[in-house]
């Protein structure tokens, strides 16, 4: 079947929602309201490009969120405030109904309707995981083993349950997966990351264990060990053929998020990551982002630049970078954004870090830590079309340190922390860190969440916070949870803010986030 065709059907299909009155909310005699095999494979791929965040609310949950709070953006207007850390409440609520709405229920209802050892199903499980660790690590204690139930209570679980589950998913969905018979295609024309291809599936699986076990490295060294030396032994991406991307459409509004939010030309390259790119002169910076449109060159600017600063010409969309033009094309008049490019889900180069750093911990992962490190380099060079050896050499042997970024405030360089492999375990994290933020831009959520972990790289304190939980010098660490659960849900509500032993505010850290 055509993708377009996908896409299509896809509309036609009922939103199956976990929201009070459920039964009313969903009854639609123009729905369907049986599920059929027929069915399964439109909802795996509406379960697909709803976790990964379409065109309706990618600004909203990542881009003015997660990709600001991580530092690969900032912005170049005062009509939002969130590069400020001012939250917009009605935006945390986007963010669940991303989860669950438009994903839980399509995968709960694959997996009610398969054989829990299928292929379908482990897919089912694995995106159930992809969805709902990105959530937990914006929000804290979420409802999990409830999701998608016909309930009008939803309890509220605790990180540490909900990630066990994770593991246990994730290890049974390739063990599944491993079951069936070689070659095996699953979703085949309707799966928009791997098109079926079950190895892929299990690469990809296994990575996210290992990301998900370095997460909890510092709260549970001995789970975090066990879970990180499985999913390495079990088969991890290993090479840019098994990255992990998502298809994207004109047909609704499954066009590229990213894309599409550039195209209106209200953020640029934040100073941060500008230091590093200039300083290392990082033959990636011209593929990341793309000269001004007034000026051509690089320019950036600060995370948290007030409202008075935002009006002067060097800081506006026009004086600096725009994401580079995999996303949107300037034609001489007006920015084209390139809609259907692929959605970058996870890389193999990721992989390479997170090995990296585990074997700094002493685990098994198959390799010593400065060769998975500039292993790790090298794939994400490669990835982005970087492919003369001589080139990336250089760049993994450079004692070239962040530089200043050249911005309005005229910033000293954020760190002073060389590409070269240190001698130091302390700084070697720290690289690890730097070069494995650098390799999975523009993936903010994942950027965001392994700051607050490690605290690398270093980054620029905003200009000014309008947040009084946040100061200045101090970082956003996690969501409070959306208003409409007061609402609805407000008993277990109550329960979920004690399991997050702190205030719902933006500054009380995560189960996982222990410095």
């Known amino acids: 079947m055509r993708k377009s065709t996908i896409y299509t059907s896809l509309l036609a299909l009922s939103l199956l929602s976990c929201t009070k009155d459920f039964q009313d909310i969903n009854t639609d005699p123009n729905n369907i309201t049986v599920i059929t095999q027929r069915e399964l494979p439109f909802m795996f ?243 990341y982002f793309q000269p001004s449109y007034t000026g051509k060159v690089f320019n950036s600017v600060r995370n948290g630049a007030t409202a008075t600063d935002l009006g002067n010409l060097r800081n506006q969309s026009g004086s600096n970078s725009n994401v580079g033009t995999y996303w949107v094309r300037y034609n001489g008049a007006a920015i084209e954004g390139n809609f259907t490019q692929n959605f970058h889900v996870m890389c193999a180069a990721e992989s390479f870090f997170l090995r990296a750093e585990g074997a700094l911990n002493g685990w098994n992962m198959g390799g010593e830590a400065r060769q998975l490190y500039e292993d790790g380099i090298k794939t994400s060079m490669e990835q982005w079309g970087i492919m003369e050896s001589a080139q990336i050499n250089d760049y993994i042997i450079s004692d070239r340190v962040p530089a200043a970024p050249g911005d309005y405030y005229n910033s000293a360089a954020v760190a002073s922390t060389p590409v070269r492999w240190a001698a130091s375990p302390a700084e070697q994290r720290e690289q690890i860190g730097i070069q494995k933020w650098l390799a999975i831009y523009p993936n903010g959520m994942e950027a965001w969440a392994e700051y607050r972990r490690t605290g690398f790289p270093k980054m620029y304190p905003l200009i000014q916070s309008d947040n009084a939980d946040l100061p200045v010098g101090t970082f956003i660490k996690r969501l409070p949870y959306p208003l409409t659960e007061a609402t609805d849900n407000l008993t277990e509500l109550n329960k979920g803010r004690a399991l997050l032993g702190g205030t719902d505010n933006a500054a009380t850290k995560l189960w996982w986030d222990v410095d």
């Not at 089912?124 to 690590?137: E, K």
Request: no cysteine.
């Open 45 to 287: 791929a509406k379960a697909q490009s709803s976790a990964a965040m379409n065109r309706s609310f990618y600004q909203t949950v990542q881009n003015l969120g997660a990709d600001l709070y991580a530092q690969y953006f900032a912005l170049t207007t005062n009509s939002f405030s969130t590069d400020r850390y001012l939250l917009t409440p009605d935006w945390q609520r986007r963010f669940w109904t991303v989860v669950y709405v438009d994903t839980a229920p399509q995968l709960k209802s694959i997996l009610e309707n398969t054989d829990p050892k299928s292929g379908e199903a482990a897919l089912a499980n694995i995106m159930w995981v992809y969805a709902f660790h990105r959530l937990t690590d914006h929000f804290g204690p979420i409802p999990y083993f409830g999701a998608a139930e016909a309930n009008d209570i939803i309890p509220y679980d605790p990180m540490d349950k909900i990630y066990a589950d994770f593991f246990e998913k994730l290890t049974a969905a390739v063990a599944n997966l491993k079951a069936l018979p070689t070659g095996t295609k699953i979703f085949q024309g309707y799966d928009l990351i791997f098109d079926g291809d079950t190895d892929r599936w299990i690469r990809f699986a296994n990575s996210l264990r290992l990301r998900l076990a370095m997460r909890i490295a510092k709260v549970d060294a001995g789970k975090a060990k066990t879970e990180a030396e499985a999913a390495v032994a079990a088969g991890l991406m290993s090479n840019n053929t098994h990255n992990a991307s998502m298809l994207k459409s004109l047909s609704g509004n499954d066009t590229n998020g990213l894309a599409q939010v550039a195209v209106w030309n209200e953020f640029s390259m934040s100073s941060t990551i500008a230091s590093y790119l200039k300083g290392y002169a990082d033959p990636r910076l011209g593929v």
